[in-house]
Each structure stands twice: as structure tokens, then as C-alpha cells.
């Protein structure tokens, strides 16, 4: 059914193979949690995620993503990962600054925190540790924003020492 939507929206097959690989980073974040997850919405949600960037490819795709989830009458669980997917979140003030609509885009279930963080340890089709991830974002972002900080939170909290 998913892999319909993609081909129902004519979803380039990179954006396909990456939230696969995405999916398969999330379940393994999810296997080691100590805590309670539901497995089939973190597989959803990694399988849908980038749903958005069939029609944008700019930071608004996870927008974009949770409407069109929305319309197909996903579950909120669902639309709200793919909505809250982008970087390590994204706080109101930072979404004023980039031009998203005043929200909070910060992750806050489990599900919603292993899926994010799972799209931060894929680059393109390829696995990626931490250090790489830092060092792409302080190349993009400066070293002293704040998203790094939550990067690094967030690793701790869901992937702990592994995957450095």
C-alpha cells in the first residue's frame, strides 16, 4: 500500500530507496530500545516520511508530507512523524526564521524521536554515523547552531553510544 502512493505520486525512486533504507535504520534504533515503541507506526513512519518531497524538495516537504497524509486519512500518529521528521526538530522561532508556519516541529514521541533521528543517520541510500552527521550540519549550519546541540540530544536518547 505504501509503495502505491509512492507510484500513485510519481515519487522519484531515490526518494523510495532512501526511506527504505531509513526504515531499516529506524527498526534497528527500535530493537535496542529499552522502552516500549510501537514497531509498525516507526515503520510507517520511516516508509512515509519523505512522502513530501514528491512535490518539494526544500524544508516544507515534511509539511507537505503530513497534508498529504492527511487528505489519504493517515493516523495523526503518523502524519505527525512525517511532519516532525526535519533535522532534530525544529523549535517555533526557528520555524518563524525559515518561513514554515509558526508550530513547533520538535519530535516528542518515541516513535516520533527513533524515525527523525533514523532520517539523520541515512545520507542519500547510504548508513552514516554521528560524527558524520555533525559535521555535514556545522558545514551547512555554523558550529555554534543550536540544531547540533539537539542533534546530539537526540542521538543519546535513541541510539545512545551506538552508531557513532
Known sequence: MI???YE??????????HCQVVEKRALTLAR???LQVDMDLIKNGALLHDVGRCQSND?????V?????????FSPELT????????????????????LPPKDY??????????????????????VGLKFVLKKWKKRLGAEHPSLNRLKRLHQEVAGSDFL
Open 3 to 5: 509503495f502505491d502512493i
Open 8 to 17: 500513485k505520486l510519481d515519487c522519484p525512486e531515490e526518494v523510495i530507496k
Open 32 to 34: 535496542n530500545f529499552s
Open 59 to 63: 524544508i516544507y516537504h515534511a509539511i
Open 65 to 73: 508530507g503530513a497534508k498529504i497524509l492527511e487528505k489519504m486519512e
Open 80 to 99: 505527525r512523524i512525517v511532519e516532525r521528521h526535519i533535522g532534530a526538530g525544529i523549535p517555533p522561532q526557528e520555524a518563524l526564521e525559515l518561513g
Open 106 to 127: 520538535t519530535p516528542q514521541t518515541l516513535e516520533e524521536k527513533i524515525v527523525a533521528h533514523a532520517d539523520n543517520l541515512v545520507h542519500n541510500q547510504e548508513e
